[in-house]
Nanobody
Framework: QAQLVESGGGLVQAGGSLRLSCASS????????MGWFRQAPGKEREFVAG????????FYADSVKGRFTISRDNGKNTVYLQMNALKPEDTAVYYC????????????????????WGQGTQVTVSS
């Protein structure tokens, strides 16, 4: 059974918007720092956005600042990534991930720090 399940990907024209969701039926996501990563063909997986466990502080890669917004709805046990003003270079498989570390108070950008991953959802932005 997948720990995390992403949804909301698809094909959109440049300038358009998508909202990705990440949910879990086996993990209480409010207990984790949560991150969104993406991986384009032939490239390494990269950090996109993160939200901390307790304070809800958010962090973004420079390439998406001002366009993407990460949020969480603890009542729905779901984390979202709202993506606006999409560009062709945003095309990738997007993954959500959960960091269970109790020793770290903030979001980490290193994918190796994350313990649980979703299967990914494809986002394709056409020019």
């Amino acid at each position: 059974q997948a720990q995390l399940v992403e949804s909301g990907g698809g094909l959109v024209q440049a300038g358009g918007s998508l909202r990705l969701s990440c949910a879990s039926s086996v993990r209480t996501l409010s207990s984790y720092h949560m991150g969104w990563f993406r991986q384009a063909p032939g490239k390494e997986r990269e950090f996109v956005a993160g939200i901390s466990r307790s304070s809800g502080s958010t962090f973004y890669a420079d390439s998406v600042k001002g366009r993407f917004t990460i949020s969480r709805d603890n009542g729905k046990n779901t984390v979202y990534l709202q993506m606006n003003a999409l560009k062709p270079e945003d095309t990738a498989v997007y993954y959500c991930a959960a960091d269970r570390s109790a020793l770290v108070r903030t979001v980490r950008v290193d994918a190796k720090a994350y313990d649980y991953w979703g299967q990914g959802t494809q986002v394709t932005v056409s020019s």
